[in-house]
């Protein structure tokens, strides 16, 4: 326990100065960092993921794949910059319309899925480049609205430029 201490404050060490919020971002990359890193860690081959995130740097979740706690799994709908949309296979109902829910992951919370609400989007967005168009769109539109012919969610067609 003692080099658990002894590393953490080294590590700690190089936040001074820093105000809370860029530690808290600066550490919420690094933990996405490392959710995607093989274990053990390599720093070479950290290197390269770390290069590649920021040469995609719109990329929220490179594999398209998650579990929700109910044991249900959600497959990859559409992405534009700054968003990711899942939409939950549900294993006993049909797969009509009215039983569908969709979940979000967004590039500032990429770890975190949260259910597909206008409440949660504009809480995850908020203070962010995207805010006012969502907001403008969430006038018009409610967050489940898609494209008669593609069947494609319009929400993804929000930009954040």
Known sequence: MKNNKKQLYEVLKHFDGMGKIEAYDLTHKLETLLYYASNPINTENLSELLESFIDQNNEIDPFHFTIL????????????????IYKESKRLLPDWAIFETYYFKTKYAPLELQKLTKKNLLQDIKGKPEEKKV????????TYKKDLITSKL????????
Request: aromatic share 12%; glycine share 10%; proline share 3%.
């Open 69 to 84: 706690p109910n044991g249900n799994f959600c497959e990859f709908m559409g992405q534009n910059d700054w968003l990711h």
């Open 154 to 161: 319009l929400l993804l067609e929000v930009s954040s430029s």
């Open 135 to 142: 907001r403008i769109f969430l006038k018009k539109n409610g």
